[in-house]
């Protein structure tokens, strides 16, 4: 009988110190989240643009604890900012956090000569295009005529990422467009895409012809795949 009542005893005190234990950790989670040691007072911003500042993220972190601060505080920004493809997340405690924002690709700077002023706007991976009026080391594409058909902009969207897969120097390609069919020039190779459709396709054999032998002279397409190249 006094064993059973001692081991009961021992349980009971068992139950007793693990419900302390419990309620001290409560406790402490809920000092340090309420803490203002523990709170944002410092944001650094990495991107490689550098067109964001520690401002820019200070409405949603700022004083706030550091505890409860993650990327998807900041999923507004990507709505706001749609050049952003991802935005993580790094803490450095007590009170720092460092944004890192990640942008989708610049592919091309395209300048639209249609209009009376010229407009000149930088196409993104995910075919967003942003009006800009710094240099880029980037391809170019002049439009001098239209109408431009729907689907244009993802058709540039694949063919530069296409020839992306080739080892090329993208800055050296540059295009125009006026209305019925698309040129470009890479070095000295003068390039007829014809009509500015299956561009990725177009794109996947001008690169194993370029990559792979020199090429001073016309190429032409006479469909998505067949060539002819006068080099």
């Known amino acids: 009988?006094?064993?059973?009542?001692?081991?009961?005893?021992?349980?009971?005190?068992?139950?007793?110190?693990?419900?302390?234990f419990l309620l001290m950790c409560i406790i402490n989670v809920g000092f340090s989240i309420n803490s203002s040691y523990f709170r944002v007072k410092t944001i650094e911003v990495n991107s490689i643009s550098n067109n964001f500042s520690s401002s820019d993220f200070s409405n949603e972190s700022l004083n706030q604890s550091i505890w409860l601060i993650n990327s998807d505080i900041f999923n507004d920004k990507k709505i706001e900012?749609?050049?952003?493809?991802?935005?993580?997340?790094?803490?450095?405690?007590?009170?720092?956090?460092?944004?890192?924002?990640?942008?989708?690709?610049?592919?091309?700077?395209v300048t639209d000569l249609r209009g009376t002023i010229p407009l000149r706007t930088i196409l993104y991976k995910n075919g967003?295009?942003?009006?800009?009026?710094?240099?880029?080391?980037?391809?170019?594409?002049?439009?001098?005529?239209?109408?431009?058909?729907?689907?244009?902009?993802?058709?540039?969207?694949?063919?530069?990422?296409?020839l992306k897969n080739y080892k090329l120097n993208e800055s050296d390609f540059s295009f125009?467009?006026?209305?019925?069919?698309?040129?470009?020039?890479?070095?000295?190779t003068v390039i007829n895409f014809?009509?500015?459709?299956?561009?990725?396709?177009?794109?996947?054999?001008?690169?194993?012809?370029?990559?792979?032998?020199?090429?001073?002279?016309?190429?032409?397409?006479?469909?998505?795949e067949e060539i002819i190249a006068n080099c």
């Open 81 to 109: 900012y749609p050049t952003i493809e991802s935005i993580t997340i790094a803490k450095e405690y007590p009170d720092k956090i460092i944004v890192n924002v990640i942008e989708y690709e610049e592919l091309i700077v």
């Open 176 to 188: 125009s467009y006026d209305g019925q069919k698309l040129t470009g020039e890479y070095r000295e």
């Open 194 to 224: 014809g009509p500015s459709i299956d561009l990725g396709t177009k794109a996947a054999a001008l690169g194993a012809l370029l990559e792979n032998s020199k090429c001073s002279g016309e190429v032409r397409f006479i469909g998505s």
């Open 128 to 162: 967003l295009e942003v009006e800009s009026s710094d240099m880029r080391d980037l391809p170019t594409l002049s439009i001098s005529n239209g109408p431009v058909q729907a689907g244009f902009n993802g058709e540039l969207v694949s063919m530069m990422m296409t």
């Open 1 to 20: 009988m006094e064993s059973e009542y001692s081991f009961s005893e021992k349980k009971s005190l068992k139950s007793f110190l693990l419900f302390t």
